[in-house]
């Protein structure tokens, strides 16, 4: 393969990945508005990933998110009753972030629609 080809080829695959990432916000933003909530609060659900609970330092590490910011987050979806936030009772600095059955089914559902979403794409 030629320079030229080769340049070529990496500009498709550039334009490719931009476009699916687009597509996938978008259908990101759809789903998140049609459950009444916020895309980052979408993305922070979707990082539990089949699990019920969750320390925030592993919530962090999977939305790539600082602790302010996932604060916030999670403060509106405890609002909303979608979790709970509990102190480790062993290390008082950890907090675990526990899923309520409310936030169990809006996390099924999500699950569901968003391996549609990707079903369709």
């Known amino acids: 393969m030629s320079v030229s080809q080769s340049k070529h080829l990496a500009a498709e695959i550039a334009e490719l990945t931009f476009q699916l990432l687009a597509n996938c916000q978008e259908k990101e933003e759809r789903l998140a508005e049609q459950l009444n909530i916020h895309v980052s609060e979408f993305r922070c659900l979707r990082a539990f990933r ?18 302010s910011r996932l604060t916030r987050i999670l403060s ?23 899923l309520s059955k409310k936030g169990i089914e809006l996390v099924d559902r999500l699950e569901t629609r968003y391996l549609q ?4 794409l």
């Not at 089949?50 to 602790?67: C, F, H």
């Open 50 to 67: 089949g699990d019920r609970s969750l320390p925030v330092k592993t919530l962090v590490e999977r939305i790539n998110l600082s602790g």
């Open 76 to 98: 509106s979806l405890e609002k909303r009753g979608y979790l709970q936030r509990m102190i480790d009772l062993k290390d008082r600095r950890s907090i675990t972030v526990n």
């Open 117 to 120: 979403i990707h079903e369709e």
